[in-house]
């Protein structure tokens, strides 16, 4: 999969999806991607071609229904950095 953008997104747009983001950014330094933009918003502006890849807490993956299955990241926690290392490299070596 070509991730150039992922959108991390919470109820609010500022709170978790923010400290997503953050750890999203350490997580592709360590795993040694570039070029990827990564942004948080709420979970009303996540639509098909918002961005290439969603990550969102798994409290909020009904929100995001819109959107193929493929191009979704639900965490179940959102402040580990294990779980989300895993997913994302998933989904970038697909």
């Known amino acids: 999969m070509q991730v150039r953008k992922i959108m991390c997104a919470c109820g609010s747009g500022l709170g978790s999806s923010l400290m997503v983001e953050m750890n999203i950014q350490d997580v592709l330094k360590k795993m040694g991607v570039e070029g990827v ?4 918003s709420t979970t009303s502006d996540v ?48």
């Open 37 to 40: 933009e990564v942004v948080h």
């Open 47 to 94: 639509h098909p071609g918002a961005a290439d890849l969603f990550v969102v807490g798994r409290d909020l993956a009904d929100f995001i229904k819109d959107v193929d299955k493929d191009e979704i990241i639900v965490l179940q926690n959102i402040v580990d950095k294990g779980e989300l290392e895993e997913k994302l490299r998933a989904k970038l070596e697909a």
